[in-house]
């Protein structure tokens, strides 16, 4: 008999699915009363994103409406989901990315300048201030610069909250509720002529939004596919917490970086998000009932990925848990086998239209760091694995030197 493996994931987070796999391309289990498939590895990653598996009613409502909101394209299929896709995917040209990386590069110069004078600073908590002005000024959304503290610490709010039982899930509720409302009547405000984003911005590019009938997409929905621009890149905060932590136990990088290395900043970006926890698992249903590489799923049940385990896989991965980013200087990588944000086709299928945005954001958070004197003083950096998605305890508080 499989059991219910539901509760196992809460406790566990993380390591739940790496081990439940132990390497196998696919094993039997049964998640939320479905019986499932539990896939990884590039196999599983070409699985997953197959068309006979589909994303509509795959997450969990508590988790989605928190996480993504109501309407969001994480849970559309086929046409509808190719039409809402390209509107992300129109938005992050590389130029654009580009000048959202130049504005988080002034951001970074403008946050050290901040710290002179400062013995210390919770590095986390920065970076997610440092983020959210960055997008927001590059998106077009307006928010006095007394506010913006507080809209910074809602957006991470949502993403630091939604699979934490308790308190913390309570906070990220909340303040999800408040940034669709500001988020929709942004979008009403842009409609009626009282707001003007520059046309090419996420403020203008979701209030122009429409569906595939040709109308423009409900204020709401237009607010939530705004959010899913401005959340995912203050999220990033978790990444370059892990990246701090990184540069001080590998000083060598953090050299070749601060010296102007540009490959070796590339290189370390990579590894920050292939080695530290972000995004556990992934789900999908099935459209019917299926074989899915050895193991028979039935129509509406599911298929998660193992994130986690696909991009510490040894056999892909040599000694995963050791940082590395020698591994992206010596050829090229299988992209199912990273996949901290998706894997597929960008257009077409599910992988996330912001990678490049990750990447641009850890590396300009980098770039600013190794070059600030500054050491790492005796503090909690221990990370809680159960916890979804998790960091060091401290938040990574950084000892500033003078210049």
């Known amino acids: 008999m499989v059991i219910d493996r539901t509760l196992q994931l809460i406790r566990d987070g993380y390591p739940w699915a790496p081990r439940l796999r132990s ?112 997008v927001l000024g590059w998106g077009g959304v307006p928010v006095p610069q007394e506010e913006l503290p507080e809209w910074a610490r809602r957006l991470a709010a949502v993403v630091d909250g939604f699979a934490t039982p308790g308190p913390e899930y309570l906070r990220a509720a909340l303040a999800r509720r408040r940034l669709d409302r500001w988020a929709a009547d942004l979008v009403r405000q842009v409609r009626a002529g009282r707001l003007r984003p520059a046309p090419g911005t996420a403020l203008h590019t979701a209030a122009g939004a429409t569906g595939l009938d040709g109308r423009p997409l409900p204020p709401r929905t237009a607010g939530v596919a705004l959010l899913n621009v401005l959340r995912p890149t203050v999220a990033v905060a978790w990444f370059i917490a892990f990246a701090g932590v990184a540069l001080h136990e590998h000083p060598e990088w953090r050299t070749r970086i601060a010296g102007g290395d540009d490959a070796a900043l590339d290189a370390f970006s990579q590894e920050v998000r292939r080695r530290y926890p972000f995004v556990p698992v992934l789900a999908a249903k099935a459209r019917a009932e299926q074989d899915v590489l050895g193991v028979r799923v039935p129509r509406g049940g599911l298929v998660v990925l193992d994130v986690h385990g696909t991009d510490h896989d040894p056999e892909h991965w040599p000694d995963p848990d050791r940082f590395d980013p020698q591994r992206f200087l010596t050829g090229d990588v299988d992209p199912d ?24 954001m850890i590396a300009e958070a980098v770039r600013a760091l190794a070059g600030l004197e500054h050491t790492l003083p005796p503090q909690d950096l221990r990370v809680d694995m159960s916890r979804m998605p998790t960091r060091p305890r401290s938040g990574v508080v950084l000892a500033l030197q003078e210049r």
Do not use: N
């Open 337 to 360: 086998t990273l996949v901290p944000q998706g894997g597929g086709d960008v257009r077409t299928g599910h992988r996330c239209p912001g990678e490049a945005v990750v990447l641009t």
């Open 23 to 134: 390497g196998a391309a696919a094993v039997p289990i049964r998640l939320m009363g479905r019986r499932a498939a539990l896939v990884g590895g590039p196999e599983g990653v070409r699985r997953f994103y197959d068309p006979r598996l589909r994303r509509k009613g795959a997450f969990p409502p508590p988790i989605k409406l928190v996480l993504f909101g109501p309407g969001t394209v994480h849970g559309l299929d086929d046409a509808e989901h190719h039409h809402r896709k390209a509107l992300y995917v129109d938005l992050l040209t590389p130029d654009a990315v580009a000048a959202l990386g130049d504005r988080a590069a002034d951001e970074w110069r403008s946050a050290l300048r901040r710290w002179a004078g400062r013995d210390r600073v919770v590095l986390f908590d920065e970076a997610v201030q440092v983020l959210a002005a960055s």
